[in-house]
Each structure stands twice: as structure tokens, then as C-alpha cells.
């Protein structure tokens, strides 16, 4: 069966894509199942930058240079002041 998303530009979804999207409350254990799931070198967990700001670069572009990336280690930063 083929679901069309038209946030993906129309590309079809299938149960073959290798996606696996963990949700859960808080102090469920998502976050360890997500960075056990992360140890697996076939594996590609997203970066924290990803998750918070998930519109990706552009292909070829240098991430580092990446304004959502700047504003995750402007957010990293601030919080580690308090630390």
C-alpha cells in the first residue's frame, strides 16, 4: 500500500524506507532507546540540531556554516553557562 505526504514533495512512503520515528512522555526511556539505537554503525541517529531545527542544508552546502546549526550552539552555549 502507497501513501502519498505532500510535505515530502509527493515522493511516495513505503514500509521500505529504513525510517523508525521513537516518540514517548517523558522518563519513558525514549531518549536511552534512541542512543542505544545510535551505537548501531548502520545505523544514523539524528543530530541534536536536526531535531530542533529540522529544515536540512542544502546539498553541498558546509553544515557547520549552517544557520540552524548556529543557532543550536548559540541554544548549547547559553545552557552551559549554567552548568
Known sequence: MEHKN????GKPID???GLLFITGL???GSTFLQALLALDPN???PRTWEMWYPIPPAE???CSKHPNVKLM???IDSVSLWI
Do not use: F, H, M, Y
Open 73 to 75: 550552539q548559540k541554544d
Open 26 to 28: 517523558p522518563r519513558t
Open 15 to 17: 514500509s521500505d524506507n
Open 60 to 62: 553541498g552546502v558546509d
Open 6 to 9: 505532500t510535505i515530502l514533495d
Open 43 to 45: 545505523a544514523r541517529s
